[in-house]
């Protein structure tokens, strides 16, 4: 049985027609998260290493799928359209190269590093979806929970919670992602300013 979806009309175009007999070919799309050309954050290292694990995503946003959320306040998934990879994949490998050139540590390792760090910091994301529940078109929310730990000891280090959300210019996937890119690049730009206050004296 074909699953209609019912979506808000200035996002129908999301979801593509999965009662055609030739289904369409998908639209791949990435985040565009990149670091300042220079590193202009902090202008120091701390001489240490961290490891980024891989971000824990909640279900259902742990999907190549974009989520969007209806005026019903459903929560419905786009088929056509969706990310290259899923998007723990993206964006903990866009956090390292982040972390990398902005600091404060002077060796940011993969989850499969076989270096043991210094410290480890772990990612949880809550929310990862476009709200178009209450105006067109919408905006984009991500919501985020950074922990550090010593590696030696497990001690806590540091801990918060971000949340950003961010406009949506138009009604179109690109218009969407864009908005997603912007809301990481502030949230990694803010992340990046409480680290280096943190950990550099």
């Not at 969706?82 to 990398?100: E, F, K, Y």
């Not at 179109?172 to 004296?201: H, M, T």
Request: charged content about 20%.
């Amino acid at each position: 049985m074909v699953k209609k979806l019912t979506l808000a009309a200035s996002f129908a175009f999301l979801a593509g027609c999965s009662i055609l007999p030739d289904r369409p070919p998908l639209n791949y799309y990435d985040f565009s998260i990149s670091p300042p050309a220079e590193t202009v954050i902090s202008s120091k290292k701390l001489p240490a290493s961290v490891r980024v694990n891989l971000p824990d995503i909640a279900a259902p946003y742990n999907s190549p799928k974009l989520y969007i959320k209806g005026k019903d306040n459903r929560f419905y998934a786009t088929n056509i359209n969706r990310l290259v990879a899923s998007p723990n994949d993206i964006i903990g490998d866009d956090l390292r190269q982040w972390l990398d050139r902005t600091g404060p540590w002077s060796m940011v390792l993969a989850p499969n590093s076989l270096a043991s760090p210094d410290y480890q910091m772990t990612l949880y994301i809550s929310e990862l979806f476009a709200n178009a529940s209450v105006q067109q078109p919408g905006d984009t929310v991500i919501s985020m929970d950074v922990s550090v730990t010593r590696a030696s000891n497990d001690k806590l280090v540091f801990n918060k919670h971000y949340r950003i959300v961010t406009p949506i210019e138009q009604e179109s996937v690109p218009a969407l992602i864009k908005s997603y890119s912007v809301g990481f690049n502030n949230l990694f730009e803010e992340l990046s300013k409480d680290l280096n206050n943190r950990f550099i004296k």
